[in-house]
């Protein structure tokens, strides 16, 4: 057995995840312990960049090669690795230099993961919620059998519809955190109702509609994607937006988790408010980051959340003035992995 068989043997018996990138930072060898640690088998990464580990290999990569110009040792701790919708995993990296490459160990993380922390929060959130709820939802329909007018009727449903949608999410977290009620969505018609929604709170908010007419029904959880626009929607209210655009767009060339191209849905909540704050734009989907004094920042992890569970991703794109955040889903999720 030559010398390099020696050592690959070696690497192969360690319980540390450990891959070699070349010069370009593409994979030229993961050890059993890195593949399981990513979950990602080797034919899927072998020869690829880091960008394929979703949602932040594009991350990975850049570090993989800073760690190559700067010649010294560069650790990225809690990365979220997320090879299946539903299974993110929170993983440590060192990245090494080592002649025209660079070798590169994966740990799991000291701590909880992101997606850990936001579930444990919405769980708590969840359970106080749930009496208020009832309460409201009772108030409501005696509101209904006592109103005067057609538009005081339909107010009052819109309160027990939403309060019965907020129940049973509620109910979903409480539960089987990976169970979701799939099936076909008219995305225009979800993004009307929750235009519908914003206008009954803040009637003095401009909403600007940019719907692509041509996009076919997309697969997926209606109560989740609903609530994932809400919380964007309300989150430009927060920062002071004066005018909200809804945008719905095709995306032909996204790639999923599996690092393939598939058809996906772009959905581009657009805002003239404050934007994002320096202070915060790097951890902005952590929950418990907000960047407003009386905020939970609990809404936009949701929404990531929401979105990875369909396979997606959700990110901003900053702008001078405002801010565009941009939910990608793909059009139909692979069979089996939303169950």
């Not at 932040?56 to 090669?65: I, M, N, Q, S, V």
């Not at 110009?69 to 080592?98: I, K, M, R, Y």
């Not at 939403?162 to 955190?177: D, I, K, P, V």
Request: charged content about 25%; overall charge negative.
């Amino acid at each position: 057995m030559t010398r390099t068989k020696l050592a690959t043997a070696s690497l192969d018996q360690l319980a540390t995840g450990v891959a070699r990138l070349d010069v370009d930072g593409r994979v030229s060898y993961a050890n059993p312990a890195f593949i399981e640690h990513t979950g990602y088998g080797l034919s899927r990464i072998l020869g690829q960049t880091f960008e394929v580990l979703k949602p932040d290999g594009d991350r990975l990569h850049a570090f993989a090669l800073r760690a190559g110009a700067e010649h010294g040792t560069l650790d990225l701790p809690g990365v979220a690795v997320c090879p299946t919708p539903g299974n993110e995993v929170l993983l440590d990296f060192s990245f090494t230099p080592s002649g025209d490459g660079v070798w590169v160990e994966t740990r799991p993380a000291g701590t909880a993961s992101g997606a850990t922390r936001v579930s444990e929060s919405l769980r708590g959130f969840a359970h106080e919620i749930r009496n208020p709820l009832a309460a409201i939802s009772g108030a409501a329909q005696l509101l209904e059998q006592r109103a005067g007018d057609a538009r005081q009727r339909e107010l009052a449903q819109l309160i027990r519809d939403e309060s019965a949608r907020l129940a049973t999410l509620a109910e979903r977290l409480l539960g089987a955190r990976h169970a979701m009620a799939t099936r076909a969505v008219n995305v225009h018609a979800m993004l009307e109702r929750a235009a519908e929604l914003l206008q009954a709170e803040r009637g003095d908010v401009a909403i600007v509609r940019d719907y692509d007419p041509s996009l076919p029904a997309w697969h997926g959880d209606p109560d989740r994607l609903l609530q994932a626009t809400l919380n964007l929607v309300r989150n430009a209210v927060e920062a002071n937006a004066g005018r909200i655009v809804l945008r719905s767009r095709a995306e032909a060339g996204w790639r999923d988790a599996h690092g393939q191209r598939v058809p996906a849905l772009r959905i581009e909540v657009e805002d003239d408010g404050d934007g994002i704050p320096d202070a915060v734009a790097t951890t902005l989907f952590e929950p418990m980051v907000s960047g407003r004094a009386d905020g939970t920042g609990l809404g936009l992890a949701l929404a990531r959340e929401i979105a990875r569970e369909h396979g997606g991703e959700l990110t901003l794109q900053q702008r001078q003035t405002g801010s565009c955040f941009v939910l990608l889903l793909p059009r139909h999720p692979r069979p089996g992995e939303h169950a």
